[in-house]
C-alpha cells in the first residue's frame, strides 16, 4: 500500500506499525524501513527484507530528546550535542536501560537513537514514539532518495509512506561520546569541525 504524507497517511501508517507491521517512509536524510522495535517479529522482518546480518543493530528513531531519555542514559558532552543538533542529521550510541528494548533488538549495553528534521516522519512518531529507523534498502546498496526507485528495489514490507524526493547530502552522522571526547562511527552530513562547535 503506498500513502500520501499526510494527515490520512500518517495514521494508516501508524496503525500498522501498531499491528506488527513494517513502514518505508521518508526522512531528513533518505528513504527508511522500521517498525516497532518492542515488536521482536517486526524486527526479525526488518533484518530479512533488508538481508541484513543480525549480528548488526538496528537505530531507533524517537520524536525527542525526552523520550530518547525514557530507553537510554545520556552523558552530559551527548546531552549537549543533541540539545544543538536534534532534531537533525546526528545519531548518537548512549547506553540503553530499557531491558524490554534490549531483549526485542537483541542489543549488548548500547543503542543508537536519533531525532530526525523531516515532518512525515515526526509526524508518525508523535503517534507511536520510537521507530526503528534504518535505511530502506538491501544492504549494501545505495540507500534511496527518490521514491520511485526505493518502490522498484524493496520488497514485503506493508505500506509505503510517499514524501517525494528527498534533498539530502548522505546519510546522518553516527558519533559516540568516549572519554568525553567525539568519536565518529560513520561519516554522514555533520562533520567532525561541525559537532565540536558547541
Known amino acids: 500500500m503506498r500513502v500520501s504524507c499526510d494527515k490520512e497517511g500518517i495514521e494508516k501508517a501508524a496503525k500498522i506499525i501498531n499491528e506488527g507491521g513494517v513502514v518505508v517512509f521518508p526522512t531528513d536524510t533518505v528513504y527508511g524501513i522500521g517498525c516497532d522495535p518492542y515488536n ?3 524486527v ?3 533484518y530479512e527484507i533488508k ?3 543480525f549480528s548488526k ?3 531507533v528513531l524517537v520524536y525527542s530528546k525526552e523520550i530518547a531519555e525514557r530507553i537510554a542514559i545520556f552523558d552530559e558532552v551527548t546531552k549537549k550535542i543533541v540539545e544543538r ?3 537533525g542529521q546526528l545519531t548518537v550510541i548512549v547506553t540503553i536501560k530499557d531491558l524490554e528494548l534490549k531483549k526485542s533488538l537483541n542489543l549488548l549495553n548500547k543503542i543508537a537513537l536519533r531525532v530526525p528534521n523531516h515532518k512525515c516522519t515526526l509526524d508518525l512518531l508523535k503517534k507511536c514514539n520510537f521507530l526503528v ?3 530502506a534498502n538491501v544492504s549494501g546498496d545505495k540507500p534511496f532518495t527518490n521514491p520511485n526507485d526505493c518502490l522498484k528495489n524493496l520488497n514485503n514490507y506493508d505500506i509505503f509512506v510517499d514524501g517525494g524526493v528527498i534533498s539530502s547530502k548522505s546519510e546522518s552522522t553516527i558519533i559516540e ?6 568519536k565518529i562511527i560513520r561519516k554522514g552530513s555533520l ?3 561541525e559537532l565540536t562547535k558547541i
Open 51 to 53: 538481508s541484513r546480518d
Open 40 to 42: 521482536i517479529e517486526s
Open 177 to 182: 561520546i568516549v572519554n568525553d571526547e567525539i
Open 191 to 193: 562533520s567532525y569541525e
Open 57 to 59: 543493530p538496528l537505530p
Open 133 to 135: 529507523g534504518t535505511s
Open 85 to 87: 543538533f536534534w532534531p
Open 44 to 46: 526479525k522482518k526488518i
